[in-house]
Nanobody, 123 residues
Framework: QVQLVESGGGLVQAGGSLRLSCAASGSIVSINDMGWYCQAPGKQRELVAGITQGGSTKYADSVKGRFTISRDNAKNTVYLQMNSLKPEDTAVYYC?????????????????WGQGTQVTVSS
């Protein structure tokens, strides 16, 4: 069974940095797009940053110049380096990936989500 396991969240003061990691495990053949989403209380989940298998990236306007997404294909892992954090970055951050893998229902490409990691930025 494919799983995405996140780590690296926590409490940080405004202006500080955090690095999130998300490792995929299971009967994985390949991982296509990967990304990070955030969801603040009372708000919808939204894209923070995405990265293709080839390394092309995209960012939400609110994080451009402060956050950097990267991946290590050999480790099936995606990272989010978060710098110059602001209180408005406070949210639960979720890892997302499109993965070709074997599950009980057979081979296929499916979308997977991590369990979420809390990021809290104090002012």
């Amino acid at each position: 069974q494919v799983q995405l396991v996140e780590s690296g969240g926590g409490l940080v003061q405004a202006g500080g940095s955090l690095r999130l990691s998300c490792a995929a495990s299971g009967s994985i053949v390949s991982i296509n797009d990967m990304g990070w989403y955030c969801q603040a209380p009372g708000k919808q989940r939204e894209l923070v940053a995405g990265i293709t298998q080839g390394g092309s990236t995209k960012y939400a306007d609110s994080v451009k110049g402060r956050f950097t997404i990267s991946r290590d294909n050999a480790k099936n892992t995606v990272y989010l380096q978060m710098n110059s954090l602001k209180p408005e970055d406070t949210a639960v951050y979720y890892c997302n990936a499109a993965i070709f893998a074997f599950e009980r229902t057979g081979w296929g490409t499916r979308e997977y989500w991590g369990q979420g990691t809390q990021v809290t930025v104090s002012s």
